[in-house]
């Protein structure tokens, strides 16, 4: 068998493994021009020219992103819990007691078994506060 038809197929290969490496669906779609252009030079009884199989799987690449785009991209279902990866935009709106007295615009909170550490205007130990956002694992919150 001639080498061009391998190589589509391990380029094809080569994507789908890359895909689930790094999942991100760019790959997944590239890897379907891959083997889009497999078939085509494995089932054409003529020889096809290198040129004209990279040119093929350009085009097929494009189409086959802009198809993802078009009809798949955005189609994910609505979660029923938002922020449950986003715990800090989990925890937006409670109102829990400072553990540490905010001095200087910081202090900290413990919700259930986790400390956090939060910015806010200075207020004493114990005072209820509610937290009206966050970053990564700061909160910020307003006296409650």
Not at 79 to 85: H, M, R, T, V
Not at 101 to 109: E, L, P
């Given at each position: 068998m001639r080498w061009d038809v391998f190589a589509w197929a391990a380029f094809a290969l080569v994507l789908?493994?890359?895909?689930?490496?790094?999942?991100?669906?760019f790959m997944l779609w590239l890897g379907f021009a891959a083997a889009a252009v497999?078939?085509?030079?494995?089932?054409?009884?003529?020889?096809?020219p290198l040129l004209a199989?990279?040119?093929?799987f350009v085009v097929?690449?494009?189409?086959?992103?802009?198809?993802?785009?078009r009809w798949f991209r955005g189609r994910e279902r609505d979660?029923?819990?938002?922020?449950?990866?986003?715990r800090?935009?989990?925890?937006?709106?409670?109102?829990?007691?400072?553990?540490?007295?905010i001095v200087d615009g910081r202090g900290r909170v413990q919700i259930a078994d986790a400390y956090w550490e939060v910015t806010g205007p200075d207020l004493p130990e114990g005072t209820r506060v509610r937290i009206v956002g966050g970053d990564a694992m700061t909160l910020q919150v307003e006296a409650g």
């Amino acid at each position: 068998m001639r080498w061009d038809v391998f190589a589509w197929a391990a380029f094809a290969l080569v994507l789908f493994a890359a895909e689930a490496v790094l999942p991100g669906a760019f790959m997944l779609w590239l890897g379907f021009a891959a083997a889009a252009v497999f078939v085509a030079v494995w089932l054409l009884p003529v020889e096809v020219p290198l040129l004209a199989q990279v040119a093929a799987f350009v085009v097929l690449s494009f189409v086959s992103i802009r198809v993802y785009q078009r009809w798949f991209r955005g189609r994910e279902r609505d979660s029923d819990q938002p922020a449950l990866n986003r715990r800090t935009a989990a925890l937006v709106g409670r109102v829990v007691p400072l553990e540490r007295a905010i001095v200087d615009g910081r202090g900290r909170v413990q919700i259930a078994d986790a400390y956090w550490e939060v910015t806010g205007p200075d207020l004493p130990e114990g005072t209820r506060v509610r937290i009206v956002g966050g970053d990564a694992m700061t909160l910020q919150v307003e006296a409650g």
